[in-house]
């Protein structure tokens, strides 16, 4: 059930402020690209592999050596990002590349980082506080 605390008390609706906010949210279409984006995201394999090409473009075999993986397994997840147009392929003779196709996903990327990295400073932040308030 619900917490008091997540739910009004008295049921009061802003019909100015409700029309004016349903018309400016994001359209159905452009929220499911979001929800793909970010289900593309929820895969740490794929995660690192994004990290590892925002440092430059490398072929199946080196980012399987980068992450510790098979190539089996990179390819397979390359496929998947390759269809959300978060990479693309650059053929040299018998060797195929990869890179990041726009620096987009990258910008979410660090900035999804850095709130990971405030959300982990925090417990720590007050950890260290408590301690020496004793």
Known sequence: MFNNDEVCDLVQIDLTRVRKIRA???QPDAVQGLADTFSALGDPTRVRMLDALSHGELCVCDLAAVLGVSQSA???QLRLLRGMRLVRPRRDGRVVFYSLDDQHIMSIFKQTLQHVEEQAARPAARARRSKAAR
């Open 74 to 76: 990179v390819s397979h």
């Open 24 to 26: 400016a949210l994001v």
